[in-house]
């Protein structure tokens, strides 16, 4: 069953914690379906949090932010790897959960490749998507709680805001 928009407009660390296990469903231009299970996600949270794309406020790249909870922000890095997020929260209050992992796949940029995202995807709606959504699952309660990574630039309190989580080893293989 896919995942209503309501989920989405929690705050950014409940979504991120809940979408352990949820199931990502994409399907691919062949028409072929692929499901992966979330295994790591990581919270942004507002104009406040320096680690947070929105911390240098409302930019054509952000828009999508400041959205009720329930679209895609996507953006490339490196020039080559899409990074698939979801918007949360409310509308004027920007904040996502980065899909850091699914099982079999670890890393953001190698979830936006196997996904095979890209710009058409920024805005998508997740309650209408054709092409990918996100299905409910048992809660996941094997996982733990860390700092987020690769973010040192935005200072000490920011970077280790416990807002990454991860499912135990037993569902990453």
Known sequence: MRINTKFFRQDAPTVAQELLGKTLTRVFNTGEIKRFIITETEAYLGEEDLACHASKGRTSRTEVMYHEGGKIYVYLIYGMYWMLNFVT??????????????????????????????????????????????????????????????????GETWKNKPWRFVLNEKYLN
Request: charged share 30%; hydrophobic share 35%; glycine share 10%.
């Open 89 to 154: 929260g409310t509308e004027n209050h920007p904040q996502a959960v980065l899909i850091r992992g699914v099982k079999e796949c670890r890393g953001p940029g190698r979830v936006g490749k196997l996904l095979q995202l890209n710009k058409d995807f920024y805005g998508e709606d997740l309650a209408l998507s054709k092409r990918i959504w996100v299905e409910d699952a048992t809660v996941a309660t094997d996982f733990k709680i860390t700092p987020r990574i690769g973010i040192d630039y935005a």
